[in-house]
């Protein structure tokens, strides 16, 4: 039988099949037949199909996973410990990076590292701006409006006050939608909001340290019953760029590769060359610097890793 992970741990799933039937499912010979060669130490994530040899006996139905259907796409971090991709939802038609106002702290830096991740995993991305109930600086607006200027979606909403959730519904009305972010910033909020009833766990912010602490210890798919499935996944404190040409790099960033056409040299790491165009918009206030320094922070881990 064709059926869709909702959770997993510890190499048990929790698999759902058409007509409402769930399974506590296992990997059959703990060996997945698949048509990916990607490294990762998870072979099965939320919203994966799979083929199950399901079972009944008196104390319920469990089942044997045989192999995985291809995805569509997929969102994937690099877990560093393990030194392997660790897939976090699959078969997404949309993700949502995160991201607090300030209590945890903007760090639009990070919300840029997940767009990357999600571009290589082919997964449709926005951003949403929780807790707009707090005060917001001029800096973050500014960096807001770089996203939506470079044609990123971005919502703005408030869990504690409703706004911007009927907004963010009609986003995913019929879809299957994930959220990625630092712990704290309020997913497992949204998520309440928008699925009245579901009680996921929530904690407050670390009022020592201004971040937030983990509550969501394994990804999962929440139905609503206004058609719509949800993955809520665990906080991270980072996110690795991972498996990207240094020449390519540039793309990700649409502002530096606009102007990169211009530059004397090619290619051009746009860190030091003489007649670099990027370094002259820079320098002329046309590319965010701090947009720029994410851009040099992320050459410079690509570089290290290729060096090792």
């Known amino acids: 039988m064709k059926g869709i992970i909702y959770s997993g741990i510890n190499n048990i799933y929790d698999v759902r099949f058409d007509g409402g039937q769930s399974a506590e499912c296992r990997i059959k010979g703990k060996i997945l037949k698949d048509n990916d060669s990607i490294k990762e130490y998870n072979p099965l994530a939320p919203g994966d199909y799979v083929e199950v040899d399901l079972t009944e006996s008196e104390s319920g139905k469990y089942g044997l996973i045989l192999s995985r259907y291809p995805r569509k796409n997929r969102f994937a971090r690099w877990n560093r410990k393990r030194e392997s991709w660790q897939t976090v939802a699959a078969n997404l038609?949309?993700?949502?990076?995160?991201?607090?106002?300030?209590?945890?702290?903007?760090?639009?830096?990070?919300v840029e590292r997940v767009l990357i991740a999600a571009a290589q995993g082919g997964v449709p991305v926005s951003v949403i701006v929780n807790k707009i109930d707090q005060k917001m600086d001029d800096w973050a607006a500014e960096r807001i409006k770089i996203w939506q200027d470079l044609g990123i979606p971005v919502l703005k909403v408030s869990a504690l006050t409703g706004e911007g959730?009927?907004?963010?519904?009609?986003?995913?009305?019929?879809?299957?939608?994930?959220?990625?972010?630092?712990?704290?910033?309020?997913k497992s909020t949204i998520l309440n909001a928008l699925i009245p009833g579901v009680n996921l766990k929530t904690d407050s912010v670390s009022s020592k340290y201004n971040r937030g602490r983990h509550v969501t210890n394994f990804g999962r798919i929440i139905d609503s019953p206004e058609g719509f499935r949800l993955v809520d996944t665990p906080g991270v404190r980072?996110?690795?760029v991972k498996d990207v040409e240094l020449e390519n790099l540039q793309r990700f960033f649409p502002e530096?590769?606009?102007?990169?056409?211009?530059?004397?040299?090619?290619?051009?790491?746009?860190?030091?060359?003489?007649?670099?165009?990027?370094i002259q918009a820079v320098e002329n206030g046309k590319i965010n610097y701090d947009r720029y320094e994410n851009y040099l922070r992320i050459l410079d881990e690509l570089e290290e890793d290729k060096r090792w």
């Open 256 to 278: 530096i590769y606009k102007f990169a056409e211009s530059c004397r040299f090619n290619p051009c790491s746009h860190t030091h060359e003489p007649g670099c165009a990027v």
């Open 165 to 186: 959730l009927e907004k963010l519904k009609k986003n995913i009305l019929g879809k299957t939608a994930a959220f990625f972010g630092h712990s704290g910033v309020g």
């Open 93 to 110: 038609d949309i993700l949502f990076a995160v991201i607090s106002v300030s209590s945890p702290p903007f760090r639009p830096r990070f």
């Open 238 to 240: 980072e996110i690795l």
